[in-house]
């Protein structure tokens, strides 16, 4: 038999706020890598900008692949 899901105002306080914190999280991880992209230049980015973009609205998935895989890493600079 299958569960009814809960409406909003049927969660405990404790949900509501940490689905808010959880919500918050997530696009303020979209918020940066969308942001990266935008400013880091092409050349620096394995793969297309758009593909990134698109890969970015999957959760916290696309974000944190982004971070990880997405971006070239810069050479050190000379002296440090």
């Known amino acids: ?3 009814k899901k809960k409406s909003w105002k049927e969660l ?3 949900a509501r706020f940490g689905t808010i914190v959880v919500g918050a ?3 303020a991880f ?3 890598a969308q942001r990266d992209i ?3 230049p092409a050349e620096q980015i394995r793969g297309s900008k ?10 916290f998935i696309g974000p944190g692949s982004y971070f990880a895989f ?3 890493r ?6 440090k």
């Open 70 to 72: 997405g971006r070239r």
């Open 12 to 14: 405990p306080p404790a």
């Open 25 to 27: 999280a997530q696009l």
């Open 38 to 40: 935008s400013r880091r």
């Open 50 to 59: 758009t593909l990134w973009r698109f890969a970015t609205l999957i959760n």
């Open 74 to 79: 810069l050479p050190k600079p000379a002296g």
């Open 1 to 3: 038999m299958a569960r």
């Open 30 to 32: 979209l918020t940066a």
